[in-house]
């Protein structure tokens, strides 16, 4: 066996990693914060300062513990190019449960009285006690979850993870894109050129960092003039919205309310178990062999975490770890993205960060991993299975479907 020492754990694709494992987070908060405050004219202080601080510890916690994982997976197997499983805020939950919990709990409470500051804290706590809920949920389920990945067939599971690529990692972004397709275009363009098709750009400068950059620039230097379609935001000013994410036990308060939610918070539960042990199986297939009940035990405990500090968003073992492994990606990338986004959500800058990029430069990220995870499902799958691999698909795309037609602006 190798000594741990000699485990390669930061390479030169861990930047391209961690810009895209971290902006990955970037989206889906942008899509939460975007939703509340212009969706359903949420408080956007109490988004920023007591909603994403506690969400992006869940995030620090799983990245650190992934970051571990992948070291000691390194020394058990004598493998120096391993890849971590990277963790971050799962994107169809938090879409979901901003669109029919946090929203509706809030434009529920004002209807009954009361007062729209009284309304957003007592949303925040349902919104942690519902975190408390699927947490809790989730650590029961996790010490299941090698039977699963043993009796359920693989088309079965990468077919279905497939689908959720598709329909809700990949559709949904590519509408911003087209509602500004001269710099969302532009920015799938470039991320397509250096992370599908391989081609190193000059100086090997991180892809999705040019992308996201120069998307950003296009969209500031030609939306004054009425070029870049949609609605043009000016710059925002230079401000962080920081908060401490201290333990609390004020998700007691919005338990009872938070019941009403259990038949979403279940499914949303759910959903990430068994999209955890799928990724786990793409994870395996792409080579790093990790154990399913660590990867799930450990998202469970993440999202306790986020929910008894404040958080309203669950975190999960995120589908695409080949394609991290295609970049040439090993530990480094997850170390820094829990960094990053952990302290970000202490010192306020994800706050701006979310409100300097738009979410037309930031979606073609989430095209990515979609592509990636589609393509493995048949290509990892024998192909007689493709039928049922196909198959998987059609369950998403109803949901999409229902989604779409519930809530049309989405």
């Not at 070291?71 to 190019?81: E, I, Q, S």
């Not at 805020?89 to 809030?106: N, Q, Y």
């Not at 975490?305 to 404040?310: L, P």
């Not at 820094?336 to 409100?355: C, H, K, S």
């Amino acid at each position: 066996m190798k000594d741990q020492a000699r485990y390669r754990w930061f390479a030169i694709g861990d930047l391209n990693g961690f810009f895209g494992l971290m902006f990955d987070n970037m989206t889906v908060l942008s899509f939460l914060a975007g939703i509340l405050v212009f969706g359903f004219g949420f408080p956007a202080d109490i988004v920023y300062q007591r909603m994403f601080p506690g969400t992006a510890l869940g995030v620090l916690f799983g990245d650190m513990v992934y970051t571990w994982m992948a070291f000691r997976l390194a020394k058990k197997t004598g493998n120096p190019h391993v890849t971590a499983m990277p963790l971050g805020l799962d994107t169809p939950s938090t879409i979901g449960i901003a669109l029919v919990v946090l929203g509706p709990a809030f434009v529920s409470l004002k209807a009954q009285g009361m007062p729209e500051r009284e309304a957003a804290m007592m949303t925040w706590y349902i919104g942690m006690a519902t975190m408390v809920m699927i947490g809790i949920v989730k650590t029961a389920l996790s010490f299941a979850g090698r039977w699963v990945q043993k009796v359920v067939p693989q088309a079965g599971l990468l077919g279905s993870l497939a689908g959720i690529g598709l329909a809700l990692i990949g559709f949904i972004p590519l509408v911003d894109i087209f509602g500004m397709p001269l710099v969302g275009l532009v920015s799938l363009g470039l991320i397509l050129y250096n992370l599908v098709a391989r081609v190193r750009l000059p100086g090997h400068a991180p892809g999705v960092l040019v992308a996201i950059a120069l998307g950003t620039a296009l969209y500031y230097t030609l939306g004054p003039l009425g070029w870049v379609g949609g609605t043009f935001q000016p710059l925002p000013p230079a401000e962080f919205h920081g908060g401490f994410p201290i333990p609390t036990l004020d998700f007691i308060k919005g338990f009872v309310p938070a019941l009403t939610y259990l038949p979403i918070a279940i499914p949303f539960a759910l959903l990430t178990v068994v999209g955890g042990i799928n990724v786990t199986e793409s994870a395996r297939v792409a080579g790093d062999d990790f154990n399913t009940r660590d990867i799930l035990l450990t998202e469970a405990v993440a999202t306790l975490i986020a929910g008894v500090c404040g958080g309203v968003a669950q975190s999960t073992p995120y589908i695409g770890q080949p394609a991290y492994k295609g970049m040439g990606a090993r530990a480094g990338y997850t170390l820094m993205t829990g960094l990053f986004i952990g302290l970000g959500g202490v010192l306020g800058y994800i706050g701006y960060i979310v409100e300097l990029i738009p979410r037309a430069v930031l979606a073609p990220i989430l095209i990515f991993v979609a592509l990636d995870i589609m393509v493995q499902a048949f290509l990892a799958c024998p192909a007689k299975h493709a039928p049922a691999v196909a198959f998987a698909y059609f369950p998403t795309v109803a949901r999409l479907l229902a989604i779409k037609l519930s809530n049309p602006q989405i």
